[in-house]
């Protein structure tokens, strides 16, 4: 796990938690704002007004110099997973002080709380190899099947299509995405899922065949669970 001296052009698996485990997504306003956060905190110009930052992003009246290239990303109840290479120097430990602050700032406004939200720092794994840079996006993609197999890990999915059903359902992941749909698309990397799988066909049959056979040990020493 690294926390500092993140490689330039490098790729790293970047996960935190609510503390304590607690949730940091309430509703669906929640995610909707840490969506657009991922999208308006990933610039080098700091932005004062978060609304209409966004706003002009959309528009065309703002270029963005990112931060970072975003790849993946999943949203759980109580945590999140992201794909990040790093284009600028320092710029993952950037973004995430960048998106971490502001989010928890408006979640504990919005909620009426104070404190910590996160558990410490961001914790993020190097992905420096061919098989790391094909299994993480699925295992990131994967997360939300905890709502419908507690045990998927474990013992693997025995339902594929209702799985991949379920995950195209799933608005708060990349996944829909790389299936060919366009979600929340400001966020990722230009041609990312052809870098990664060539099109979207592939991408969707290669994710069916790694739910068929999963393994477990694949991917174990990507994750920070």
């Excluded at 065309?60 to 975003?70: F, K, N, Y």
Aim: aromatic residues 14%; hydrophobic residues 35%.
């Amino acid at each position: 796990m690294r926390k500092n001296n993140l490689s330039q052009d490098s790729v790293y698996h970047i996960f935190n938690r609510g503390t304590d485990k607690r949730a940091i997504f309430m509703n669906s306003n929640d995610y909707l704002r840490f969506v657009n956060n991922l999208v308006i905190f990933n610039d080098t110009e700091p932005a004062t007004n978060t609304k209409h930052r966004l706003l002009d992003i959309q528009n065309g009246t703002h270029e963005r110099i990112p931060l970072v290239g975003i790849s993946a990303f999943c949203l759980m109840p109580n945590h999140y997973h992201l794909l990040l290479r790093q284009i600028t120097e320092n710029g993952i430990t950037e973004f995430m002080r960048k998106l971490g602050c502001g989010y928890a700032n408006y979640f504990n406004l919005k909620h009426s709380r104070s404190g910590t939200l996160f558990q410490g720092r961001f914790k993020s794994v190097l992905i420096d190899n061919e098989s790391q840079f094909l299994y993480i996006p699925f295992y990131i993609h994967l997360n939300p099947l905890d709502m419908l197999y507690q045990d998927w890990r474990e013992n693997g999915v025995k339902e594929r299509k209702k799985a991949i059903e379920f995950l195209d359902d799933y608005k708060w992941s990349s996944h829909i995405n790389y299936r060919g749909k366009p979600n929340f698309p400001l966020i990722l990397e230009e041609n990312v899922v052809a870098e990664y799988f060539g099109n979207e066909d592939n991408y969707s049959e290669e994710i069916y065949n790694f739910l068929k056979d999963f393994n477990f040990s694949r991917v174990s020493d990507l994750l920070l669970e």
